[in-house]
């Protein structure tokens, strides 16, 4: 089993930034690709931003690609996601997920477990 808890989420004006957590638990970390999701009331979830195992490697969303950073601490369980320059239309629940399989990265059903979601609410 594998636990998953996001934190860093929070109110913040356009143009600013936040840093999102999700620390892991239960299984080995680093064997397992992670990925963040978010979902606005409304709307489906939708793919955001991937990471490899080791982190050599990373995937975007169109939408973020730019402004968002996806990275990895092994030795401390955690993925990251570093957003900057935030709109209005990136105010989401967002998510981090763990799979067993990089190929279906940017599919929420590619994805084996998640996190409870961290609320991100960004003020024009």
């Known amino acids: 089993q594998v636990q998953l808890v996001e934190s860093g989420g929070g109110l913040v004006q356009a143009g600013g930034s936040l840093r999102l957590s999700c620390a892991a638990s239960g299984r080995t970390f680093s064997s397992y690709a992670m990925g963040w999701f978010r979902q606005a009331p409304g709307k489906e979830r939708e793919f955001a931003a991937a990471i490899t195992k080791s982190g050599s490697n990373t995937y975007y969303a169109h939408s973020v690609k730019g402004r968002f950073t996806i990275s990895r601490d092994n030795a401390k369980n955690t993925v990251y996601l570093q957003m900057n320059s935030l709109t209005p239309e990136d105010t989401a629940v967002y998510y981090c997920?763990?799979?067993?399989?990089?190929?279906?990265?940017?599919?929420?059903?590619?994805?084996?477990?998640w996190g409870q979601g961290t609320q991100v609410t960004v003020s024009s």
């Open positions: 997920g763990l799979t067993y399989l990089i190929g279906s990265y940017s599919s929420p059903s590619g994805y084996n477990y």
